[in-house]
Structures are given as C-alpha cells and as structure tokens.
C-alpha cells in the first residue's frame, strides 16, 4: 500500500483524536512515500497527552538500504524491535481510506478501502526523531478476506478506537497483539474514496 487519503482538516482530526493541532497546516489530501501528513504522537512523559505532528512518510533505511522504508512488517527485526519497545516512539497515523492495486500489466486496478463506521481511522505506525528526516511508517499485516480477494498479502494494521490509548502507551508485549487483520465486514471497497 502506497496511497492513502487524509479528507479531514488538522483541527478536525485533532478534535477527533482529543488531540492538539498546535500549528499544523493540514487541508486533506492524499498521502504517498516522501509526502508530508500528520500523525498524532504521545507527549513522552507517561501520560496521553496526544499532539498532531506534520512528518514524512517513510523513516530512514536500514544501514545497508537505500530507500526510506514506509511499512514494518517483520516485528522481530532487530532493526525496529528497539523502536517497537519504546511505546514514545508509536504514533496513530489518521486516514481516511487506502488504495490498494490488483492484477497486472495493463489490467491494474485500484481499489479504495474505508470504513462506513468510522469516516476517521488511525493506522498503527512508528516515528523517527531527531534524525534527518522526521517520518512515520505504518505497520501491516497478513489480508483480511475482504482484502485479500482484491489483494493478497498484507495490509497496514487498522486500530480499534479503543485500542488508541493501549498503542501509544502500552508495554510491548501488551501492544504487540494490536497488529493483526481488521474485520473484513466492518470495512467497505469501492472504486474511487468514499467522499
């Protein structure tokens, strides 16, 4: 998953999340690798005192990579196993919807996922600070059915609102099983994003 879309404006989203917007610029739009969004990060002091941030999509590669890397998949990488312990370092990443692709060559096909029952959804996802770039990935998981008929593979973990809280603070290995599939019957495709 390459594309997804953000159609809320920061207050909005912030209002939402109880988050605080601060000076964030956010209209809506969509968001693709190396595209600016907002994501809602933790105060880092122990409490949930939630902030909208403006980062990129995509964190820096690992030392051999050359691309920044915009999804997690493998959780007992060395690589993001010290960021995942570090509940700081987690962040609810806000959409709207996100396209997926099938088939191939000249038969591609795009396909919009939402919910009907939340228009305002949160990916769980990762930040970087204080390095060259401040981004997010998202993480991901094995399809649903719903996806995996379009798509099979992966698809980027969707939190439960009531699992925002749990994601942000929680321990590792009591936020570790928050990254599995979405339930395929509370979700919708169509063509084109819900408007």
Known sequence: MNLYRLDAPSRAIAAAFGAEAGEDPWAGDYVAPGRPAPVIVGDNRGKLGLFLRPKLWGVPPPPRGTQPVTHVRNLDSP???GTLRHPE??????????????????????HWFSLPARPLFAFAGIHRQGEDWPGFAMLTTDANRLVAH?????????????????????????AKPLVA??????????????V
Do not use: E, N
């Not at 370092?89 to 795009?110: D, E, N, V």
């Not at 698809?155 to 009591?174: F, Q, S, Y």
């Not at 395929?184 to 169509?190: D, L």
């Open 150 to 174: 379009h798509r099979p593979g992966a698809m980027p973990v969707i939190l439960h609102a009531g699992d925002h809280a749990r994601w942000l603070t929680a321990d590792w290995r009591d």
């Open 181 to 194: 599939p979405y339930p395929g019957q509370a979700m919708a495709v169509g063509d084109s994003p819900p």
């Open 79 to 81: 690589f993001w196993i």
């Open 89 to 110: 370092l987690r962040c609810l990443i806000p959409a709207t919807s996100f396209a997926l692709w099938s088939g191939g060559g000249g038969t591609k096909r795009q």
